[in-house]
């Protein structure tokens, strides 16, 4: 038996077969969506998922989505830490 046509040792069926064909050609990412997605079709029938190896983080997936002002280091105004942060623009 092939690695190719093989799960741990067991066979797969044609439909796991052309699934992990599928996942292949996808990217990190979107394999990670396709995880995502069956996780949550699991969960939502009750099923429980165990897995040998956790997930792992797609570095850069969110690549310029977030921002930080350019004061975000800057020391916080005295008013602010007596309570009064009306005064702090």
Same mark, same amino acid.
């Given at each position: ?6 799960? /741990? ?6 439909? +796991?077969?052309? +699934?992990?064909?599928? *996942?292949?050609? *996808?990217?990190?990412?979107? /394999?990670?969506? =396709? $995880? #995502? @997605?069956?996780? @949550? ?6 099923? =429980?998922? +165990?897995? !040998?190896?956790?997930? /792992?983080?797609? *570095?850069? $997936? ?7 002002? #350019? #004061? @975000?280091? #800057?020391? *916080?105004? !005295? !008013? @602010? ?9």
């Amino acid at each position: 038996m092939s690695s190719e046509s093989s799960l /741990q040792g067991v066979a797969m069926s044609p439909v +796991i077969e052309s +699934i992990v064909q599928t *996942l292949r050609a *996808l990217s990190p990412e979107c /394999q990670q969506e =396709v $995880l #995502d @997605f069956a996780d @949550f079709l699991a969960q939502k029938s009750g099923k =429980v998922v +165990i897995r !040998d190896v956790p997930k /792992q983080r797609t *570095l850069g $997936l969110h690549e310029g989505k977030g921002w930080l002002s #350019d #004061d @975000f280091n #800057d020391p *916080l105004p !005295d !008013d @602010f830490w007596l309570g009064n942060h009306e005064s702090v623009a």
